[in-house]
T-cell receptor, first 113, second 112 residues
């Protein structure tokens, strides 16, 4: 069975500082991995995705993530955070066999001026 | 482009009442999903479907039912509403695997 863990419930960073949000997954085959962002009261927007190939993927809004199979991780990074990045971030794993798509608990990001 | 449309946006139910949350997509996607979102719990998968006539349980299916008679529609049925079903419900769809999911704007349900 697939599962996703986001160890950090809430993170606060200063504007302009770098950011890394952690995501660990469990899945027996090659996973399809996603990061989504949700602003307050809004739906979910895709930031980036990994299906295969280059393990460093670029997304929208200056975000990137690196797939590390040996660590079962897919951490999200941004070199310089902007106040508008304050939101909740969700990591998800999709099954390569069948249609199941499982999300993590989410990490809430706050940005200090 | 309508995308994924959920109705209603808000609803208050009394304990024991039943209701159907509607979800429709106009992108001809095969896969559709229902999630519930509770504070600090992330999104939990309730049911999903990989095509018309095919549905499967997710992580938290108890108290819910679904059907998928057409590619476009994937309604979620609550038969006997309980306070524990107070939540925000999201419907999503995607063409297949591997592709990303597109989400509706959510339905905020309160059971009192």
């Amino acid at each position: 069975a697939q599962s996703v863990t986001q160890p950090d419930i809430h993170i606060t960073v200063s504007e302009g500082a770098s950011l890394e949000l952690r995501c660990n997954y469990s899945y027996g085959a090659t996973p399809y991995l996603f990061w989504y962002v949700q602003s307050p009261g809004q739906g979910l927007q895709l930031l980036l995705k990994y299906f295969s190939g280059d393990t460093l993927v670029q997304g929208i809004k200056g975000f990137e993530a690196e797939f590390k199979r040996s660590q079962s991780s897919f951490n999200l990074r941004k070199p310089s955070v902007h106040w508008s990045d304050a939101a909740e971030y969700f990591c998800a794993v999709g099954a390569s066999q069948g249609g199941k798509l499982i999300f993590g608990q989410g990490t809430e990001l706050s940005v200090k001026p | 482009n309508a995308g994924v449309t959920q109705t209603p946006k808000f609803r208050i139910l009394k304990i024991g009442q039943s209701m159907t949350l509607q979800c429709a997509q106009d992108m001809n996607h095969n896969y559709m999903y229902w999630y519930r979102q509770d504070p600090g719990m992330g999104l939990k998968l309730i049911y999903y479907s990989v095509g018309a006539g095919i549905t499967d349980k997710g992580e938290v299916p108890n108290g819910y039912n679904v059907s998928r008679s057409t590619t476009e529609d994937f309604p979620l049925r609550l038969e006997l509403a309980a306070p524990s079903q107070t939540s925000v419900y999201f419907c999503a769809s995607r063409p297949g695997s591997p592709t990303e999911a597109f989400f509706g704007q959510g339905t905020r349900l309160t059971v009192v």
